[in-house]
């Protein structure tokens, strides 16, 4: 199960944390879990729609822990330990274009980063990933419908946030 879905679920983890060492735990903690739950997975979906609700589960879980956590801090951090652009290989033709396509990737990827949660989440699940919608509501245990609605508005979200960068 491990090699099977390992990478798929790293890169969700990666675009939904944004951070690769956070990635990589979200990622270890989904496959721990899934084998000590093997037991009671019934089979009502496919294995890799119930390991990206692990996943998904888990980053809420993580965000939460994290809200705790600046809620009890007295003071304000002002250090923010945020990642950079998430790189992805590229072989163009002229460096000129290959920090074209760094920069757009890297805008890209932090207006994904900064989508409210549950936005962030259907976007990556159906258009990095390639889920169907009615997977995506059973991975994120809402109505069709509302993955539609919160696509739709991550989508406008996104293409606001995009516009200056869009050539016409």
């Known amino acids: 199960m491990v090699s099977a879905y390992e990478r798929r679920i790293y890169n969700v983890a990666l675009k939904l944390t944004g951070d690769t060492d956070e990635a990589a735990d979200l990622t270890q903690e989904t496959f721990l879990r899934a084998f000590r739950a093997w037991g009671r997975f019934r089979g009502d979906s ?31 951090d002002t250090g ?24 757009a990737r890297g805008v890209l990827a932090e207006a994904i980063r900064d989508l409210p949660d549950g936005y962030r989440e259907c976007v990556v699940l159906k258009d990095i990933e390639g889920l169907s919608y009615e997977e995506i509501a059973e991975v994120m245990d809402i109505t069709v419908e509302a993955v539609r609605s919160r696509l739709a ?3 406008q979200q996104l293409r606001q946030r995009l516009a200056p960068y869009l050539k016409t």
């Open 153 to 155: 508005r991550a989508r």
């Open 46 to 76: 496919a294995t890799y729609t119930w390991l990206y609700r692990i996943v998904v589960n888990l980053n809420k879980d993580r965000i939460g822990r994290e809200v705790r956590r600046r809620e009890r801090e007295t003071s304000i």
């Open 80 to 103: 923010g330990a945020q990642s950079g652009p998430i790189e992805i290989e590229d072989s163009s033709e002229t460096p000129q274009r290959e920090a074209e396509r760094y920069e």
